[in-house]
């Protein structure tokens, strides 16, 4: 059974046609927005500040979302915003930061606190995005830190969009087999 579990009164949202593994859990001020999936072994934990996950985005195997609380160290602390048609790769742990849409973060990659993906960006497997650093849209970017390596390709570009529809798909599929389980 997935553990969707509320936190000091706050109770995660989940969409009508999103999807969560049963193995993955879902804690506190998480919204999970229309089409999206989580996928086994996922923790998405928005005890101490908020997660968004928009339209069509898929968190896959083992993924790791956290946030960082307001303090001293961190005034308004970091929630984590994650825009329409995102693909996170297995494994990839998330920090208090924001993708924007139509990004890839690839296998095992690291993304912390403050830092922010343009739209349109991809991010190499095993990449490490630092506090608070920007990368630029239209790139692929690799590297611990990681580092613009090339513009994207017109195939790329077009691989974004497809992955993330494709993803969709593979959701539909896994729900009409759990509904149609004894």
């Not at 959701?171 to 087999?177: D, F």
Request: hydrophobic share 40%; aromatic share 6%; glycine share 10%.
């Amino acid at each position: 059974m997935t553990e969707i579990r509320s936190f000091e009164g706050k109770q995660p949202r989940i969409a009508a046609d999103a999807w969560i593994h049963p193995s993955a859990v879902v804690i506190g001020d998480v919204h999970l927005g229309p089409g999206s999936s989580i996928w086994p072994l996922c923790v998405v934990r928005g005890d101490i500040h908020r997660i968004e996950i928009g339209t069509e985005t898929n968190i896959q195997d083992g993924s790791i979302l956290h946030v960082s609380h307001d303090s001293r160290f961190m005034p308004g602390g970091a929630p984590i915003l994650i825009h329409d048609r995102v693909t996170v790769g297995h494994q990839v742990v998330l920090h208090g930061c924001e993708i924007q849409h139509h990004c890839l973060v690839g296998i095992g990659a690291r993304v912390l606190d403050r830092a922010l993906l343009e739209p349109w960006t991809m991010l190499g497997a095993g990449a490490l995005v630092t506090p608070g650093q920007v990368l630029e849209g239209g790139y692929l970017w690799l590297g611990t830190p990681a580092r613009r390596a090339r513009t994207l390709t017109d195939r790329e570009l077009e691989y974004l969009d497809y992955v993330a529809g494709n993803y969709v798909r593979l959701t539909q599929a896994y729900r009409a087999e759990q509904e149609a389980a004894p």
